[in-house]
């Protein structure tokens, strides 16, 4: 907030610091964070049986993630702001009971739009956990012991996500998809009660209000992008409906731009976007999400649908990138502080770049060690980045803007995960609805059914061949429509990746253009 206070970690023989039990307080909220992370990593083995049993399109388990990361995005900031208004103990308790409660409402869902508005919930309750839970932890431990608590973290975040394909896979092959959510509520109610007999919590400060009018255009403004990238390539490009919904996207974002230039206490301070590094490293932040979540989407899928793979198994198979960041994160630090962000981060996202041009390499039948290694080099390219990214951001703020700066580093990385989503989904979809009439050959196209050959470009879209669709079909024929769907699948996903190639090799040369940040003591500890 340009014109807001903000809330400096105070001098460890300050009265107000430090509050209750330091390392108790990082078991508390390390597991309420851990729902969230496992939720992050869990949807891409859970995806292909939910939308299979809940008869979902693509369109549909794009906003299943989207929906979710949309909300995180947009209300992370004001999330933190809240935190400083009421308090973060208390912000962090109704996440935390919030994201339980709607886990289970979306495991007792009964219908995709259900589902959707379910997880845009958890969307809501997830971002207010994140910013309160950094937060408290940070109040907690005096500075000289701060940075053992910040590796602490970072290891138990890091297996959170190493164990949630493992997790994900058993839960999903053994029970239900359902019971991926199922879980977070015992782990939620024992948050809860950790959070309130442990966590101790000494405001030091009340700042003024939330800036809703911005909220609600950033909202607006999101939304409207993601549904026009999504049903773009079923109304047509040059379509009215695809522009209309552009036009709306343009409107909603000067109007938010203009906003942010005249609210006392903005959601972002448009002061940040003065300094190149943040502007470029914000940049950053969004590409390397668009690439990594935009592809991921597709790899369950894969896995599961056109590879054959168990739940489990897919798991595993994903293994090799949860597990190489827990290594790769503490490396990301070490390198940063030794080579400066313009050498680390440039290499980072060309190894990156080299991991999603391998991807755009794998076969039907591909081997453990063929997805393996781009998965590993993944791990180690993404790591920087990340790390980097939000030494830039926060490191180029102003000491009272530095706070927001946090805020829009997080926010920054759903929104590209959004649009990685809806922009690799509707080129995947573009790719499928070209290649698989292909694949079929003419005529068998012109014998199918009327509206069969959508069907099966949607089935397609998940790597499957919709059962009724080989009812009372010859062996030839089930083998055709299969090798044609799995090929126009494969066709449609190393195009998605092809993108993200390009995508991170354009982003690597941006950034050498960045420049260190200070190294920030007493950061702010509210968000927005």
């Known amino acids: 907030m340009a014109q807001a206070k903000t809330v400096g970690l105070p001098p460890s023989d300050s009265p107000a610091a430090p509050a209750g039990n330091p390392w108790l307080t990082l078991l508390a909220v390390c597991l309420g964070v851990i729902m969230v992370?496992?939720?992050?990593?869990?949807?891409?083995?859970?995806?292909?049986?939910?939308?299979?049993?809940?008869?979902?399109?693509?369109?549909?388990?794009?906003?299943?993630?989207?929906?979710?990361?949309l909300a995180l995005a947009v209300f992370l900031i004001t999330a933190g702001k809240l935190g400083d208004l009421f308090g973060h103990k208390r912000v962090f308790l109704i996440g935390v009971a919030g994201f339980a409660i709607s886990s289970l409402a979306i495991a007792l869902s009964s219908g995709v739009t259900m589902l959707i508005v379910f997880r845009v919930l958890q969307g809501l309750f997830g971002a207010l956990l994140q910013p309160?839970?950094?937060?408290?932890?940070?109040?907690?431990?005096?500075?000289?012991?701060?940075?053992?608590?910040?590796?602490?973290?970072?290891?138990?975040?890091?297996?959170?996500?190493?164990?949630?394909?493992?997790?994900?896979?058993?839960?999903?092959?053994?029970?239900?998809?359902?019971?991926?959510?199922?879980?977070?509520?015992?782990?939620?109610?024992?948050?809860?009660?950790?959070?309130?007999?442990?966590?101790?919590?000494?405001?030091?400060?009340?700042?003024?209000?939330?800036?809703?009018?911005g909220v609600v255009l950033l909202s607006g403004m999101m939304f409207s992008l993601v549904w026009m990238i999504i049903k773009a390539p079923e109304w047509g490009w040059g379509d009215a409906m695809t522009l209309g919904w552009l036009a709306a996207t343009v409107v909603l974002g000067a109007g938010f731009v203009w906003w942010q230039s005249k609210a006392r206490e903005p959601l972002i301070p448009l002061s940040l976007f003065k300094n190149r590094s943040i502007s470029i490293g914000t940049f950053l932040m969004m590409m390397v999400a668009f690439a990594m979540f935009g592809a991921m989407f597709f790899l369950g899928f894969f896995f599961q649908?056109?590879?054959?793979?168990?739940?489990?198994?897919?798991?595993?198979?994903?293994?090799p990138m949860s597990a190489g960041m827990i290594v790769a994160s503490p490396l990301a630090a070490v390198l940063l502080g030794k080579l400066?962000?313009?050498?680390?981060?440039?290499?980072?996202?060309?190894?990156?770049?080299?991991?999603?041009?391998?991807?755009?390499?794998?076969?039907?039948?591909?081997?453990?060690?063929?997805?393996?290694?781009?998965?590993?080099?993944?791990?180690?390219?993404?790591?920087?980045?990340?790390?980097?990214?939000?030494?830039?951001?926060?490191?180029?703020?102003?000491?009272?803007?530095?706070?927001?700066?946090?805020?829009?580093?997080?926010s920054a990385m759903q929104v590209g995960g959004a649009l990685g989503t809806a922009i690799l989904g509707a080129v995947m979809s573009s790719t499928i609805a070209t290649k698989l009439p292909e694949y079929l050959g003419p005529q068998v196209t012109q014998a199918l059914p009327p509206g069969a050959l959508e069907g099966l470009e949607k089935a397609a879209a998940f790597g499957t061949v919709p059962p009724q669709a080989t009812v009372n079909q010859p062996a030839e024929a089930v083998n055709l429509l299969t090798s044609a769907v799995h090929n126009s699948?494969?066709?449609?996903?190393?195009?998605?990746?092809?993108?993200?190639?390009?995508?991170?090799?354009?982003?690597?040369?941006?950034?050498?253009?960045?420049?260190?940040?200070?190294?920030?003591?007493?950061?702010?500890?509210?968000?927005?």
């Open 37 to 69: 992370m496992l939720d992050g990593t869990v949807m891409g083995i859970a995806a292909p049986v939910m939308g299979a049993e809940l008869g979902a399109t693509l369109q549909d388990m794009q906003w299943v993630t989207n929906g979710y990361l």
């Open 132 to 213: 309160a839970a950094l937060a408290l932890l940070r109040g907690a431990f005096p500075k000289e012991k701060l940075g053992q608590a910040m590796g602490a973290w970072g290891a138990i975040i890091g297996l959170s996500s190493a164990a949630g394909p493992i997790l994900g896979g058993l839960l999903v092959e053994n029970v239900s998809w359902q019971s991926v959510f199922y879980i977070n509520v015992p782990v939620g109610i024992i948050a809860l009660i950790m959070g309130i007999v442990i966590i101790k919590e000494k405001r030091t400060s009340i700042l003024g209000k939330v800036d809703w009018l």
């Open 305 to 319: 649908g056109v590879h054959g793979l168990t739940p489990l198994d897919a798991g595993l198979r994903m293994l």
């Open 340 to 410: 400066g962000p313009k050498i680390t981060m440039a290499a980072g996202l060309l190894v990156t770049a080299v991991a999603m041009f391998l991807m755009s390499q794998l076969t039907v039948d591909a081997s453990f060690l063929a997805t393996g290694l781009p998965f590993l080099l993944l791990a180690f390219g993404l790591s920087p980045v990340f790390v980097g990214a939000t030494e830039i951001i926060v490191g180029n703020a102003p000491m009272e803007l530095a706070g927001a700066a946090g805020g829009l580093q997080q």
């Open 489 to 528: 699948f494969m066709d449609g996903m190393h195009t998605a990746f092809i993108v993200s190639t390009v995508v991170m090799v354009i982003t690597a040369g941006l950034a050498l253009l960045v420049k260190s940040g200070r190294k920030i003591e007493d950061a702010p500890v509210h968000i927005g």
